[in-house]
């Protein structure tokens, strides 16, 4: 069965750094598109990031742009997420999807 397993999340102070992991199981990796999304208590799941199966097209919403980075290992079965110069407003959990299907997410705090 498919399987997607994060982690990397914790607590970090503004302007800093983590870097999200996603190993995935259960399907042929390298032919899925991957995507990150995050959610706060009591608002939707946001789409943060997607990239293609070969890893070549990528797409971020606006929010993250130029801050954030996916990226993915074939070879590992595995997708990234860079988070640099992170805000009070990344404050979320963040999952990694393929289609319909998710992980069980990583908490990032973002806070002094």
């Known amino acids: 069965q498919v399987q997607l397993v994060e982690s990397g999340g914790g607590l970090v102070q503004p302007g800093g750094s983590l870097r999200l992991s996603c190993t995935a199981s259960?399907?042929?990796?390298?032919?899925?598109?991957m995507n990150w999304y995050r959610q706060v208590p009591g608002k939707e799941r946001e789409l943060v990031a997607t990239i293609t199966s070969g890893g070549v097209g990528t797409n971020y919403a606006d929010s993250v742009k130029g801050r954030f980075r996916i990226a993915r290992d074939n070879a590992k079965n595995t997708v990234y997420l860079q988070m640099n110069k992170l805000k009070v407003d990344d404050t979320a959990v963040y999952y990694c999807?393929?289609?319909?299907?998710w992980g069980q997410g990583t908490q990032v705090t973002v806070a002094s």
């Open positions: 999807n393929r289609r319909t299907y």
């Open positions: 259960g399907f042929t990796f390298s032919s899925a598109a």
